[in-house]
């Protein structure tokens, strides 16, 4: 979720110094995005009413919880797409503009993106905080 960038810094006081390491977040948006696409994937959910989807992104499921900083971006934003026409509301509009990771049709969604459980366990600890 985070990546990291080195940045040098010269010192003032002329010591070696430690390259600080910078962290360029996501946006609340694209973490919403990845949320629900990975959540799904490893879920095995291939198809979803976007009604259905809207309210099980809110709630809180066991080892399924949504980011803090996309719940808050998508609380307030929402409000401000209820007035709208259905394919205008918020996330029926969000995952449309995410044509990779999810087909929608009509008043349902496909996602796109496959998850396999195998993959990640083969994997040494290591490997994976890198």
Same mark, same amino acid.
Not at 8 to 13: E, L
Not at 108 to 129: C, H, I, N
């Given at each position: @979720?985070?990546?990291?960038?080195? *940045? ?17 977040? @996501? ?19 291939? !198809? ?29 934003? !929402? !409000?401000?797409?209820? *007035? ?21 049709? *009509?008043? @349902? ?22």
């Amino acid at each position: @979720m985070l990546q990291g960038v080195v *940045g040098s810094t010269a010192s003032s006081s002329g010591s070696s110094g430690v390259l600080p390491l910078k962290y360029q977040e @996501m946006s609340p948006e694209v973490t919403l995005v990845e949320f629900i696409s990975t959540s799904a994937a490893f879920h095995g959910v291939k !198809r979803q009413n976007i009604k259905q989807l809207e309210w099980d992104i809110l709630k809180v499921f066991p080892n399924n919880i949504m980011p803090a900083n996309a719940a808050a971006w998508y609380m307030a934003k !929402r !409000r401000f797409y209820m *007035g709208n026409t259905y394919e205008y509301q918020l996330l029926p509009f969000l995952l449309k503009n995410y044509p990779k990771k999810f087909a929608v049709k *009509g008043n @349902m969604v496909e996602f796109l993106e496959t998850y396999t459980k195998e993959v990640r366990s083969d994997q040494p600890v290591g490997a994976l905080l890198k």
